[in-house]
């Protein structure tokens, strides 16, 4: 199962420069969570739902809960989680092509998190 579960992680790896190539996401930057503009959360947020309308959501909470085991805690876990959430990216870019997955900067409430301001939330 180990080494099935290298080779298609080596696979994964190598699809993304082909995930890639279909345009979908080159022109999209990810931004901070608070660099979004209220329109961009809003959108963002938006296609989160249609996605967990759609059943999406679940189906890849699933994936991602049948193969904690074998991926985390191994060298497979950057390439695999990379790939994970580029196919996260694309669904919710086929409902709207300027989304992209933003990111937290942890560091910047590293010191006093009982201090995030509501914005970050929304």
Not at 14 to 32: P, Y
Not at 76 to 103: A, C, D, G, T, V
């Amino acid at each position: 199962m180990t080494k099935l579960l290298m080779l298609l992680t080596l696979l994964f790896t190598l699809t993304i420069s082909w995930v890639k190539s279909d345009n979908i996401c080159d022109d999209n930057l990810r931004k901070e969570w608070r660099e979004l503009t209220r329109q961009e959360k809003t959108n963002f947020i938006r296609a989160l739902q249609i996605l967990k309308d759609s059943g999406d959501i679940d189906r890849f909470t699933r994936i991602h809960w049948n193969y904690q085991y074998y991926i985390h805690g191994t060298p497979q876990f950057f390439p695999w989680h990379r790939k994970f959430l580029i196919e996260f990216e694309i669904l919710l870019q086929r409902i709207n092509p300027n989304i992209s997955i933003p990111y937290w900067d942890w560091s910047i409430d590293s010191q006093a998190p009982e201090e995030v301001s509501c914005h970050f939330y929304y």
